[in-house]
């Protein structure tokens, strides 16, 4: 009995000793698999990095390509055509304005006049408020260099404070900043109005045929009740003429 026993626990420890032998055996990769991954470590050790130069070119193509195309659309003559009037326009105004309004023609000759007399008033008011900051601006440092009870030098009475002059210059200084970006804003306006006529003028056909008629009428009027401050239910009529413009 006790040499069966023996001999089992012998066969568990030959049997777990080789088992652990086994284990420990490294698992060599598929030939082929291990081939495929040498290439593509290979491949990515030969790749190329780009460059900054190249990767602006390759951005200076693809936007130009853009161009050309609208949601992966491929745009015909004509709409290429349309958006070239349409920078050209509007970069004419940019540099001198009026100009796109000249290259879009229609109403051109009202337009311009507009444009440039927008310019000519902006001028003046700035001159008006650069002359109004400029005379309590000297009267201040008058006052600053020759004392409180000077009359100054631009015939001011003496009775004005430093602080009013002080409000009055600063009330000049911002009309005369505000003139400034009214004028700034006129000319993006041009620049605007130059592309928008564009676009309407070439994408959508904006007829001049209109057509006026003007008929006499008789208008409902309604009369307040006496004493209620409402509504009189029965309504009276007053002659009177309707005009219909038809646009085609």
């Given at each position: 009995m006790y040499r069966l026993l023996l001999l089992g626990l012998l066969l568990m420890c030959h049997a777990l000793v080789n088992g652990q032998e086994v284990d420990t055996i490294p698992k060599t990769k598929?030939?082929?698999?291990?081939?495929?991954?040498?290439?593509?470590?290979?491949?990515?050790?030969?790749?190329?990095?780009?460059?900054?130069?190249?990767?602006?070119a390759r951005e200076k193509a693809e936007k130009e390509r853009a161009k050309f195309?609208?949601?992966?659309?491929?745009?015909?003559?004509?709409?290429?055509?349309?958006?070239?009037?349409?920078?050209?326009?509007?970069?004419?105004?940019?540099?001198?304005?009026?100009?796109?309004?000249?290259?879009?023609?229609?109403?051109?000759?009202?337009?311009?006049?507009?444009?440039?007399?927008?310019?000519?008033?902006?001028?003046?008011?700035?001159?008006?408020?650069?002359?109004?900051?400029?005379l309590f601006l000297d009267e201040l440092q008058y006052r600053a260099e020759f004392g409180q009870g000077s009359d100054g030098i631009l015939g001011m009475e003496s009775n004005w404070d430093v602080n009013g002059l002080v409000k009055s210059k600063d009330y000049g200084r911002r009309n005369r900043d505000l003139t400034i970006l009214v004028t700034l804003g006129w000319y993006g306006l041009n620049i605007v109005e130059a592309y928008v006529d564009s676009m309407l003028k070439n994408r959508w056909n904006m007829s001049d045929d209109l057509t006026f008629k003007l008929s006499p009428t008789f208008m409902p009027t309604y009369?307040?009740?006496?004493?209620?401050?409402?509504?009189?239910?029965?309504?009276?009529?007053?002659?009177?003429?309707?005009?219909?413009?038809?646009?085609?």
């Amino acid at each position: 009995m006790y040499r069966l026993l023996l001999l089992g626990l012998l066969l568990m420890c030959h049997a777990l000793v080789n088992g652990q032998e086994v284990d420990t055996i490294p698992k060599t990769k598929n030939p082929i698999e291990l081939k495929d991954s040498l290439a593509v470590k290979e491949l990515q050790d030969t790749v190329k990095k780009e460059t900054r130069a190249e990767r602006k070119a390759r951005e200076k193509a693809e936007k130009e390509r853009a161009k050309f195309y609208y949601k992966d659309i491929l745009k015909d003559s004509s709409r290429l055509e349309i958006e070239r009037l349409s920078r050209v326009a509007w970069k004419r105004s940019a540099m001198v304005p009026g100009w796109g309004q000249y290259t879009n023609q229609g109403v051109w000759w009202i337009k311009v006049p507009i444009i440039y007399g927008g310019f000519v008033a902006s001028y003046f008011v700035f001159n008006y408020w650069q002359w109004y900051y400029k005379l309590f601006l000297d009267e201040l440092q008058y006052r600053a260099e020759f004392g409180q009870g000077s009359d100054g030098i631009l015939g001011m009475e003496s009775n004005w404070d430093v602080n009013g002059l002080v409000k009055s210059k600063d009330y000049g200084r911002r009309n005369r900043d505000l003139t400034i970006l009214v004028t700034l804003g006129w000319y993006g306006l041009n620049i605007v109005e130059a592309y928008v006529d564009s676009m309407l003028k070439n994408r959508w056909n904006m007829s001049d045929d209109l057509t006026f008629k003007l008929s006499p009428t008789f208008m409902p009027t309604y009369a307040a009740t006496p004493g209620f401050g409402s509504l009189n239910a029965k309504s009276l009529f007053a002659p009177g003429l309707k005009m219909t413009i038809s646009i085609k």
